[in-house]
């Protein structure tokens, strides 16, 4: 309920004597708790109530005005951030009716953002395809599937500029990651796949579509972090393995606060049966410290690519690492670890250009001097 929400919040975040932040000293935390991030529902649309649009937002409302943050200290660019149920893929009804409510609203509520949620599903809800043990047939379709991500955000970013031009609100593609099958012998119910070299493609790729429309995407979670569907670790009791898609986000931290850096380039067609999809991806930013990174993807899992990249200025070097394996499917156990990893990676500097050398179905991420 409302009550229980603001109840749960004041128990968490007063920094004031209340009962219930003396409650909160008493079972062992006497500092407020930080929460940058409160969802005002979770998937309405569905499991959370089936709701109309129209009904969601009433409620929405509610727990907007009495959902509030008590630490005093938590301001500024530190301060809770309300977001709001948006859009189920492909459906915009969730969106449009916040957005439109939003824009009328009244002096006692605000939300800070607007969530989307949006599975790579290789085939069918119903029958979404292997995590593992599969060919370029599988992985032609997980490609295809994913870069539907681009216009799940055009989409809702459009109907989000119409209410919001200066961009007040962030948008949050708070679950995304491929959905497969469950593991064979495993719970089905806890939703354990394996995670391989086309997973890790998969995430350069959505990682890099974020980055593009970082102006309006502020946040993104991938769903889930330990064993269960688009895993960055494994478990198997004490031990523990890392993923290609792991190590995809491990070579990724210098975008964390970044800018971007607009370019521009001419993708390669991969093409397999029916399916064609660019057969190249690529972004760049410079770090807080002015340092230029690339992010370089070869799609194709058959060819290597040539890139030949050209900015301003002189290159001294171009250096990075590159994340690839021998199959589709290779992935990292508990038995085998280290079957994928990042390995040093380079280009070479000719009049003015880099060149860059891709093997088939790879990530790179360069630092450019």
Same mark, same amino acid.
Not at 92 to 105: G, L, N, P, S
Not at 344 to 350: A, D, L, M, T
């Given at each position: 309920t409302v009550q229980e929400a603001a109840d749960w919040l004041e128990y968490l975040t007063a920094d004031q004597p209340t009962s219930l932040a003396e409650e909160r000293a008493a079972n062992g935390h006497p500092e407020p708790y930080r929460i940058k991030y409160l969802g005002l529902g979770n998937e309405n649309w569905g499991c959370g109530g089936a709701m109309s649009p129209e009904h969601y937002v009433e409620k929405m409302k509610q727990f907007a005005i009495y959902s509030r943050n008590l630490d005093r200290a938590q301001t500024g660019e530190n301060a809770m951030q309300r977001i709001a149920v948006g859009w189920d893929s492909g459906n915009?009804?969730?969106?449009?009716?916040?957005?439109?409510?939003?824009?009328?609203?009244v002096w006692s509520w605000n939300i800070e953002g607007v969530s989307l949620h949006g599975y790579t599903?290789?085939?069918?809800?119903?029958?979404?395809?292997?995590?593992?043990?599969f060919g370029e047939d599988e992985y032609a379709k997980g490609i295809r599937a994913?870069?539907?991500?681009?216009?799940?955000?055009?989409?809702q970013t459009a109907i989000m500029d119409r209410y919001d031009p200066d961009k007040t609100l962030a948008l949050f593609v708070d679950e995304w990651g491929i959905w497969a099958d469950p593991m064979p012998g495993s719970n089905p119910n806890f939703l354990q796949q394996q995670n391989t070299m086309r997973d890790a493609v998969i995430a350069g790729l959505n990682l890099n579509i974020f980055i593009r429309h970082a102006d309006r995407v502020r946040g993104t979670n991938i769903a889930q972090m330990v064993n269960v569907l688009q895993a *960055?670790? %494994? #478990?198997?009791?004490?031990? *523990?393995? %890392? #993923?290609?898609?792991y190590h995809v986000y491990e070579m990724y931290v210098p975008f964390q606060g970044a800018t971007l850096v607009p370019s521009t380039f001419e993708a390669p067609t991969y093409v397999f049966a029916d399916i064609s999809v660019p057969g190249a991806d690529a972004v760049a930013a410079r770090d807080t410290e002015g340092r230029l990174w690339l992010s370089l993807i070869n799609v194709d899992p058959q060819r290597s690519r040539t890139m030949t990249v050209r900015v301003a200025g002189d290159v001294v070097s171009a250096t990075g690492r590159i994340l690839t394996a021998p199959n589709v499917d290779s992935h990292n156990s508990v038995e085998s670890p280290n079957a994928v990893e990042p390995a040093?990676?380079?280009?070479?500097?000719?009049g003015g250009n880099m060149i860059f050398d891709l093997p088939p179905k790879s990530v790179a991420v360069i630092q450019v001097r």
């Open positions: 915009e009804d969730y969106t449009e009716a916040v957005m439109k409510a939003w824009k009328d609203k599903i290789p085939n069918s809800w119903e029958a979404k395809g292997p995590s593992v043990g994913t870069l539907r991500m681009e216009g799940w955000i055009t989409a *960055m670790i %494994l #478990t198997d009791g004490p031990r *523990m393995a %890392l #993923t290609p898609t040093p990676f380079s280009g070479r500097v000719s």
